[in-house]
């Protein structure tokens, strides 16, 4: 079975300031997505990364997929209090249809 | 419309009843997904099926089944509900360009 897992857990911070969220596992992912899911909703995907080492932006969110395809990290410049929500990163591993979800990190910016 | 509507959003049974969670798409993807939320555990997946004649288990599987009356429609059943099955549901579909689109969920509470 492949796990990911997702660091921190929860994050406060003001509005403004920068942050980056984490998304570690032992096994190889033929692609990784990221989720950002809102309390009451199903998760919507932000971006799917697919080579290693690969970077994507989407305005003020990055996403890097680590060269190795293990690992991912989102960063977030100057949150503002509409990028609260719960974001959740998830693989799929080689010849695998299947989606492997990490546990999530549960962001809250404050005004 | 939403392009994967789920019902009911929210229920609640008793324990030992029969209850079916429904879920349709107009995406037109052959592949669909049933995956259960609970706090702390992230999303875990129960079913999927890759077209109307193809149904595979999940992780989670044990205690729900699944019928795939259309490609447009995949309803998730408990067959004697526990409490344990208290969480939050999503049915999701995929195809290879647009990635996972899930839907809005639906809140089982069993009593």
């Known amino acids: 079975t492949q796990l990911l897992e997702q660091s921190p857990q929860f994050l406060s911070i003001q509005e403004g300031e920068n942050l980056t969220v984490y998304c570690n596992s032992s096994s190889v992912f033929s692609s990784l997505q990221w989720y950002r899911q809102e309390p009451g909703e199903g998760p919507v995907l932000l971006v799917t990364v697919v080579t290693g080492g690969e970077v994507k932006k989407l305005k003020r969110l990055t996403f890097q997929f680590g060269d190795a395809r293990k690992d991912s990290s989102l960063h977030i410049t100057a949150a503002q209090p509409g990028d609260t929500g719960l974001y959740l990163c998830a693989g799929t591993g080689a010849g695998s249809y299947q989606l492997t979800f990490g546990k999530g990190t549960k962001l809250s910016v404050i005004p | 419309d939403a392009d994967v509507t789920q019902t009911p959003r929210n229920r609640i049974t008793k324990t030992g009843k029969r209850i079916m969670l429904e879920c349709s798409q107009t995406k037109g993807h052959d592949r669909m997904y049933w995956y259960r939320q609970d706090p702390g555990l992230g999303l875990r997946l129960i079913y999927y099926?890759?077209?109307?004649?193809?149904?595979n288990k999940g992780e989670i599987s044990d205690g729900y089944s699944v019928s795939r009356q259309a490609q447009a429609k995949f309803s998730l059943s408990l067959e004697s509900a526990i409490p344990n099955q208290t969480a939050l549901y999503f049915c999701?579909?995929?195809?290879?360009?647009?990635?996972?689109?899930f839907g809005s969920g639906t809140r089982l509470t069993v009593v």
């Open positions: 999701a579909t995929s195809d290879l360009r647009e990635g996972y689109t």
């Open positions: 099926s890759f077209d109307v004649k193809d149904i």
